[in-house]
């Protein structure tokens, strides 16, 4: 009988195992990065502007009112060039947030009707009591049409904010930040399409309605590839825009509709199927059918995200930054605008109303037990996060544009988004900073909140070693 005698052991550290961290999934993770960087253009682009418009010669504005055109015929679609970024390329931006939001409803964050409580309540408040504060100052006239302004959060700045604290704030912090944010465009968008549509087509609208069942149709026969949705969006955006509705709202529509949930797991067998197929023998025939089973594999939402979202962050937002942001400061604007209500009513309604909207709501939803915030989130977090959640600039500066045809309400309603949103980054960032760590825990039950991640530029985000 042959005994087998184990090998024997060599001294010496114990092996590492790594471990997957459950705090923040990998397209979470891709999203963060593209927002922060996209924060640092967005904020380049805004400092551009704004020296651009107040350099001699009015050339700022005479260069965005330039004319451009497309003619088939003798139909023909001219814009300004300001209005091509507001109306064309914003419509691709508002499409990544129609993306997000369909994915994290049918694969995300959103599908947890507890985990969602939380940040939609906080959502909520945060677009309730910043209209309801700047309506409190600009009660009736003119200026009280840009109550919508003050609204929204602008995801890239806050994010990038975010970002400066590293792993002193929670990913479960910038999760909820995140889904706020998605509540908060959702809502935003709607106050859009409802409030800020002056004259309305109703063939035009029947047309878009007709396809947006085209789209669903689409969606209902699960078809993967991009081109159909692509094409659809098009014309749909076209008709949006001939309807008199703002044409951005046909980019939500079309990120909504696009399938974002998981594919036929035969799909994934079609898949290795090919691939082998190819191993075995590698022609062009069999390359295409492997590549088509590769991006079948892969839900429609998550392809065109992919090749759409790193265009919105680095292209489109501070394009639109740059279009939009430029304000003369010259003394006697920045007089007015000292004693203006639409001034005060926006820095207002950005820095308190949503502070105050956004934790009471979300306090009370966490009190009462209706959701709860996982993880080490803890007041003085929730605070500040609220506070910088008051950074409303690219759907504020959007709406502006929407509210006011008095260029002078406009500009003053734009340095109040501006002075606004600096303050609430300043201040969000001094609570985070000093009253983070030191506030009690959201969560009740101490004991379910994970451990702190470790520190260090050599760890790999989305292992730890145990």
Same mark, same amino acid.
């Given at each position: 009988?042959?005994?087998?005698?184990?090998?024997?052991?060599?001294?010496?550290?114990?092996?590492?195992?790594?471990?997957?961290?459950?705090?923040?999934?990998?397209?979470?993770?891709?999203?963060?990065?593209?927002?922060?960087?996209?924060?640092?253009?967005?904020?380049?682009?805004?400092?551009?502007?704004?020296?651009?418009?107040?350099?001699?010669?009015?050339? %700022?504005? &005479?260069?965005?009112?330039?004319?451009?055109?497309?003619?088939?015929?003798?139909?023909?679609?001219?814009?300004?060039?300001?209005?091509?970024?507001?109306?064309?390329?914003?419509?691709?931006?508002?499409?990544?947030?129609?993306?997000?939001?369909?994915?994290?409803?049918?694969? @995300?964050?959103?599908?947890?009707?507890?985990?969602?409580?939380?940040?939609?309540?906080?959502?909520?408040?945060?677009?309730?009591?910043?209209?309801?504060? %700047?309506?409190?100052?600009n009660p009736s006239g003119p200026e009280a049409v840009g109550w919508g302004?003050?609204?929204?959060?602008?995801?890239?700045?806050?994010?990038?904010?975010?970002?400066? !604290?590293?792993?002193?704030?929670?990913?479960?912090?910038?999760? !909820?930040?995140?889904?706020?944010?998605?509540?908060?465009?959702?809502?935003?968008?709607?106050?859009?399409?409802? !409030?800020?549509?002056?004259?309305?087509?109703?063939?035009?609208?029947?047309?878009?309605?007709?396809?947006?069942?085209?789209?669903?149709?689409?969606?209902?026969?699960?078809?993967?590839?991009? +081109?159909? %949705?692509?094409?659809?969006?098009?014309?749909?955006?076209?008709?949006?825009?001939?309807?008199?509705?703002?044409?951005?709202?046909?980019?939500?529509?079309?990120?909504?509709?696009?399938?974002?949930?998981?594919?036929?797991?035969?799909?994934?067998?079609? !898949?290795?199927?090919?691939?082998?197929?190819?191993? *075995?023998?590698?022609?062009?025939?069999? &390359?295409?059918?492997?590549?088509?089973?590769?991006? &079948?594999?892969?839900?429609?939402?998550?392809?065109?995200?992919?090749a759409l979202h790193p265009v919105s962050a680095y292209v489109v937002v501070?394009?639109? @930054?740059?279009?939009?942001?430029?304000?003369?400061?010259?003394?006697?604007?920045?007089?007015?605008?000292?004693?203006?209500?639409?001034?005060?009513?926006?820095?207002?309604?950005?820095?308190?109303?949503?502070?105050?909207?956004?934790?009471?709501?979300?306090?009370?939803?966490?009190?009462?037990?209706?959701?709860?915030? +996982?993880?080490?989130?803890? %007041?003085?977090?929730?605070?500040?996060?609220a506070m910088l959640a008051g950074i409303g600039f690219t759907i504020s500066?959007?709406?502006?544009?929407?509210?006011?045809?008095?260029?002078?309400?406009?500009?003053?309603?734009?340095?109040?988004?501006?002075?606004?949103?600096?303050?609430?980054?300043?201040?969000?960032?001094?609570?985070?900073?000093?009253?983070?760590?030191?506030?009690?825990?959201?969560?009740?039950?101490?004991?379910?909140? +994970?451990? *702190?991640?470790?520190?260090?530029?050599?760890?790999?985000?989305?292992?730890?070693?145990?």
């Amino acid at each position: 009988m042959t005994t087998v005698r184990p090998l024997p052991v060599r001294p010496g550290p114990a092996p590492r195992v790594r471990l997957p961290v459950p705090y923040t999934a990998q397209p979470v993770r891709r999203f963060l990065a593209t927002e922060a960087g996209g924060a640092s253009l967005l904020l380049g682009a805004t400092l551009v502007a704004l020296v651009w418009a107040n350099l001699p010669g009015g050339t %700022y504005e &005479a260069f965005w009112h330039v004319e451009a055109g497309l003619r088939l015929g003798s139909d023909e679609l001219a814009l300004d060039l300001r209005h091509w970024v507001n109306d064309g390329l914003m419509a691709l931006f508002f499409l990544a947030v129609g993306l997000e939001i369909s994915r994290e409803v049918s694969v @995300g964050e959103l599908r947890d009707p507890r985990a969602v409580v939380v940040p939609a309540l906080g959502a909520l408040g945060g677009l309730a009591l910043p209209a309801l504060l %700047y309506l409190l100052v600009n009660p009736s006239g003119p200026e009280a049409v840009g109550w919508g302004i003050p609204m929204s959060t602008d995801t890239a700045f806050l994010v990038g904010v975010l970002a400066l !604290f590293g792993p002193r704030c929670p990913d479960q912090l910038r999760l !909820f930040l995140l889904t706020l944010a998605i509540v908060d465009d959702i809502g935003a968008v709607t106050v859009m399409a409802v !409030f800020y549509t002056e004259r309305v087509s109703v063939p035009a609208l029947v047309v878009s309605a007709l396809l947006v069942v085209v789209l669903g149709a689409l969606r209902w026969a699960r078809v993967w590839q991009l +081109p159909p %949705y692509v094409l659809v969006g098009l014309a749909l955006w076209c008709a949006v825009l001939a309807s008199g509705v703002h044409p951005t709202l046909a980019g939500v529509l079309v990120g909504v509709l696009v399938p974002a949930a998981r594919v036929d797991p035969a799909q994934g067998d079609r !898949f290795r199927a090919f691939g082998r197929a190819l191993v *075995e023998r590698a022609d062009p025939r069999r &390359a295409r059918l492997a590549t088509s089973a590769a991006r &079948a594999a892969v839900p429609a939402n998550d392809r065109l995200q992919a090749a759409l979202h790193p265009v919105s962050a680095y292209v489109v937002v501070p394009v639109f @930054g740059l279009a939009n942001a430029g304000v003369l400061l010259d003394p006697e604007t920045l007089r007015r605008a000292a004693g203006s209500s639409v001034t005060l009513g926006v820095v207002l309604a950005l820095v308190v109303g949503n502070a105050v909207g956004i934790s009471v709501a979300a306090g009370v939803a966490l009190r009462t037990g209706m959701g709860r915030l +996982p993880g080490r989130v803890r %007041y003085g977090h929730l605070v500040g996060g609220a506070m910088l959640a008051g950074i409303g600039f690219t759907i504020s500066l959007f709406i502006t544009d929407l509210a006011f045809e008095d260029l002078a309400l406009r500009d003053e309603a734009k340095i109040g988004v501006l002075v606004g949103s600096l303050l609430a980054a300043v201040l969000g960032s001094l609570v985070l900073r000093f009253l983070g760590e030191r506030s009690p825990l959201c969560s009740v039950d101490e004991a379910e909140a +994970p451990p *702190e991640l470790p520190t260090g530029p050599w760890r790999d985000p989305s292992l730890v070693d145990a």
